[in-house]
T-cell receptor, first 114, second 113 residues
Framework: DQQVKQNSPSLSVQEGRISILNCDYT??????FLWYKKYPAEGPTFLIS?????DKNEDGRFTVFLNKSAKHLSLHIVPSQPGDSAVYFC?????????????FGSGTQLTVLP | EAGVVQSPRYKIIEKKQPVAFWCNPI?????LYWYLQNLGQGPELLIR????????DSQLPKDRFSAERLKGVDSTLKIQPAELGDSAVYLC???????????FGPGTRLTVL
């Protein structure tokens, strides 16, 4: 049973427009959410995160929104740039003892067209 | 600062053969993770180390998989014998502590024929 779902395997957006990547989760114990970006032949790199006590976190062109009642989060990229083309993974975290345990979604391939 | 280093980057073996992957975490990072990433899926945790101690190995298939982190720095993940279904990318990650951001290496892509 997938606890973190990214239902769109791919998304294409024109350069300069907004990219919106979506993620749904089922476990109400998740209290911290992250987005990772992955280029081919590289490992995932951390992009932005949000705590469950917030509903929005912004970092430059990247904004993450969290809707706890809907168990839904989204990543907005404005404006989108060709260099943003990558696979984006949503991850959700619970605290296990003194550690955070991450559960990843299956990823969304974003293609930004010039 | 150097990132997480993994080797080899690619490995092709025949089924039933053994294989080993090596990971060197970021200097000073006490927590080390091994993840498995199947095609079209996100990473799934196999094992987590705090220094040299494996504190979470519940997802590691112990009949054929083993891991070690003898001096609390480098780590090795081994599969013996490999099966066709083990073809995947094996990612290593490290963090200063288990509550901190994880930094991933580039992964080892394993193909079992």
């Amino acid at each position: 049973d997938q606890q973190v779902k990214q239902n769109s395997p791919s998304l294409s957006v024109q350069e300069g427009r907004i990219s919106i990547l979506n993620c749904d989760y089922t476990n109400s114990m998740f209290d911290y959410f992250l987005w990772y970006k992955k280029y081919p032949a590289e490992g995932p790199t951390f992009l932005i995160s949000i705590s469950s006590i917030k509903d929005k976190n912004e970092d430059g062109r990247f904004t993450v929104f969290l809707n706890k009642s809907a168990k839904h989060l989204s990543l907005h990229i404005v404006p989108s740039q060709p260099g943003d083309s990558a696979v984006y993974f949503c991850a959700a975290s619970t605290t296990l003892g003194s550690a955070r345990q991450l559960t990843f979604g299956s990823g969304t391939q974003l293609t930004v067209l010039p | 600062e150097a990132g997480v280093v993994q080797s080899p980057r690619y490995k092709i073996i025949e089924k039933k053969q053994p294989v080993a992957f090596w990971c060197n975490p970021i200097s000073g990072h006490n927590t080390l993770y091994w993840y498995l990433q199947n095609l079209g899926q996100g990473p799934e945790l196999l094992i987590r180390y705090e220094n040299e101690e494996a504190v979470d190995d519940s997802q590691l298939p112990k009949d054929r998989f083993s891991a070690e982190r003898l001096k609390g720095v480098d780590s090795t993940l081994k599969i013996q014998p490999a099966e066709l279904g083990d073809s995947a990318v094996y990612l290593c990650a490290s963090s200063p502590g288990a509550y901190n951001e994880q930094f991933f290496g580039p992964g080892t892509r394993l193909t079992v024929l």
